[in-house]
Each structure stands twice: as C-alpha cells, then as structure tokens.
C-alpha cells in the first residue's frame, strides 16, 4: 500500500525492523535497552499462543521485558536459585514478596534491626491488613524458635544488620523455620551474592535492594527476589498487579553493573577490613563493629557461611568523645563525603543517629547500641593506603 508521509514517519523506528535484524548472522554484543511498552503482533493467534503458555514471547512491560529476563537470569545462576524477579526498588521488592505470602490472621517473626522502611512497613503497615509481627533478638536462634507462632507464616531477617554489622546463624534459622511450618526470607543486601548466597544456607527467599552493592554506582534504585520458580511465580502476581517493575533503562544499567559486582566487592571487602583493623587500633576509637575482625562477636559464625574470606564492604566505630568528636571526623573527612546511602565505589561515611535511625528516641537508640559517637563507613574502591591516610587525618582533627 501507498501511504502518506504522515503514515510512513508515524512508524519510524518500530519494532518492525527487528524482524530483519533476527535473521541475521550478528548479535549485538551486549543486549540493547527494550525500550518499548508494548509488544507487536501479526495475528489473534499468536497472542493467544502466548497466554496458553504455547509460545514464549512478550506482551506488555509490566509484566515482564527482556532488559528483566536477562538480569533474572544472571541472578538466579549467581545465588544458586532457580528463578528471580528485579523490582523498581528495594522496599518494592521486599513488600511484594511478603505480599505474596501473608494473609489477615497471619504473623510474622523478625529482628527490631531491620533496614528502617522495612521496620516502619512491618510494625504500622501490615497491621491494618491484620498480619502481627513479633520482634526478636536474632543472635539467639532460639528466641526465635520460641517466638514462632502456630500462625506464623514467615521469618524474616537481614544477613549483616545495620549499623552494628551482626550476623544471624543463616542454617540454624533456616531448620528452625522449616522444622515450623514457616518461609525464611533473607535481605542479603550488606553482603551480597559475593560475600553470602543465602538460599544455599537454606533461605527460601534472598531479597536486595539493588540500589546498594548490585547496583553499585550511586545511580539508580532498583531491588530484587531470587529463589525457587514457585515462589518467584507468586511473587509475580504481585509484582504485575502492583505494578512495581524495573524499567527498561534502569534494568540495563543494573546489568552493566552486575559485570563488576565480584571485582568491585572483593576490593571493598578487602578495604574494609584494612579501614577496621586501622581504626581497631586507632587511640580515638573506642569500638569497631565489622565480621571480618577477629575480636567481632560474630566471626566465627561470619566465617563459616561467608565467601573467600570476604566480609563486606560495610563497617561501624563508636569515636571516643561522642557527637562532637564525631561531628569533627565527618567535617574532616575531605574525599570520604557524608552519603545517607552505601555501597558506591566511592568510600562514605554516614552517621546512623541522625540519617537512618533518626525517628529512634534516645531509649530507643540505646536500647539498639547506636550511640552519637557512632558513624558508618561503606568502603569503596580506591587505593587502601589513601583511604586510611584520610581517616588518620580525620580522627586527628578531634
Ligand atoms: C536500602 C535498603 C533497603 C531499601 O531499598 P531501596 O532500594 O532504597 O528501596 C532495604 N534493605 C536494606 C538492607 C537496605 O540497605
């Protein structure tokens, strides 16, 4: 047919095209951004095909896209899962899956440390949908076992807690909540698959926010579920529905990231621990939290269910001399910037009482073992040796 140049430009670009290029010899060499909305059909029967299960192929962004299949993929082979899902952010991630397994009259068991948004969604959200939780010291397996619950349906906990960096006996929970009829869903966000891969220690489900390490550069938010096709198939639903889905965009650079992620946190680890056993030793410094230090309570736990003898990139000090030696560090810290996040190839600092704990009350953030002279360091990717000149500078400016 003849058409009009109204007609012919009105369909410029189009996804058309593509059947060429899937005939031909080449791929491109790193998958392009999908950047369509929607899928293209030639006939009422291929859709149909499509919903039957009979044909593989996409319909509506939403629901799922190749940028998200590709990332899925890689996730679920890096965490020994069988299947994953990458969400528009972490909390998004974190809510539909427990969406996906809770209903009104049921309860949940989880630590009072948690990342603050999932503390807040836990203790005031889910009650006005009738599901009660129990907050628990997870360092005691068997306080948990003692708060499970006929009801119980889910235990939920994170692998490396914020900002005193403990670390949960995994295996022990794990047959705990099995042995009671109950899911175990971890956040292995501080870790990583690098350092910890869960749903090998017996999690049903390893939850990210993918802003932090797996994104890794600062500049996007995004999160992630990786575990069995079943659970992965429920949480879906959710994910649909309530429309919490990656982007095309952001799910590209996601996979451009994950390219690096074992690099760029075998390098942070390393660094972490050089930046603890500095300041271990450092006369201003009157405790560091970190797993990877000997003197951590955690160690031996750490070393049993971590990688290659990495720890993470993330590390706790109380500064002696309170908020205002604290406040004097993070004003001298020069390279090292005050971020209210972690994770990025830059190293950071952030002061727990009065970024991510802000809403505790003194009680609170006593009872928690967060005091004013504690500060949070995400170490990154430089030079060891430059980052501990500057925090030598800093602590000598108290
Ligand atoms: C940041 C964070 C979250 C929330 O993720 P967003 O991507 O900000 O939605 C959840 N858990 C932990 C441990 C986090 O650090």
């Given amino acids: 047919m003849d058409l009009d140049i109204a007609s012919v430009l009105s369909h410029a670009g189009d996804g058309q095209f593509e059947k060429a290029l899937r005939n031909q010899n080449s791929v491109p060499e790193v998958l392009p951004v999908y950047m369509t909305s929607v899928f293209a059909f ?85 009650k006005r949908f009738g599901v009660s939780v129990t907050f628990v010291d997870f360092s005691d397996p068997h306080a948990v076992e003692e708060a499970i619950r006929p009801n119980t349906r889910l235990v939920y906990t994170e692998t490396i807690s914020n900002p005193l960096m403990a670390v949960p006996d995994v295996p022990a929970i794990a047959e705990i909540a099995h042995q009671r009829g109950s899911l175990f869903f971890i956040d292995n966000t501080f870790a990583s698959p690098i350092v910890m891969r869960p749903l090998l220690h017996g999690a049903d489900l390893v939850l990210y926010s993918a802003t932090k390490y797996l994104g890794g550069h600062s500049d996007l938010v995004g999160g992630a579920a990786i575990g069995s096709a079943k659970l992965i198939a429920a949480i879906q639903k959710k994910l649909t529905l309530y429309g919490a889905t990656l982007g095309a965009a952001e799910s590209w650079l996601l996979a451009r990231s994950l390219r690096t992620l074992e690099l760029r946190v075998t390098r942070q680890s390393e660094n972490a621990l050089k930046m603890a056993e500095f300041l271990e030793s450092h006369a201003s410094v009157e405790r560091v939290y970190y797993p990877g230090l000997v003197s951590n309570r955690d160690h031996a736990t750490s070393q049993k269910l971590f990688r290659n003898g990495l720890y993470g990139g993330m590390l706790s000090v109380d500064i002696k001399g309170g908020e205002a030696a604290a406040t004097a560090v993070v004003n001298h810290l020069g390279f090292i910037k005050y971020v209210p996040s972690l994770a990025g190839t830059a190293t950071s600092v952030s002061y727990p009482a009065k970024t991510s704990h802000r809403a505790y009350s003194k009680e609170e953030l006593k009872k928690a073992g967060i005091s004013l002279g504690q500060l949070r360091f995400s170490a990154g990717i430089e030079r060891a040796e430059d980052i501990i000149k500057q925090l030598d500078e800093a602590l000598g400016s108290i």
Avoid: C
Wanted: aromatic letters at 8%; zero cysteines; hydrophobic letters at 40%.
């Fill in 42 to 126: 030639d006939d009422v029967q291929s859709v149909d095909d499509i919903y039957e299960g009979a044909a593989e192929g996409y319909v509506y962004s939403r629901m799922r896209h190749p940028n998200h299949d590709a990332l899925a993929v890689s996730l679920s082979k890096a965490e020994g899962g069988e299947n994953a899902l990458v969400f528009s952010s972490g909390m998004a991630a974190i809510i539909m899956s427990i969406l996906s397994v809770v209903s009104t009259g049921d309860h949940i068991v989880s630590s009072p440390v948690l990342y603050g948004g999932v503390r807040d969604y836990l203790e005031n959200e889910l």
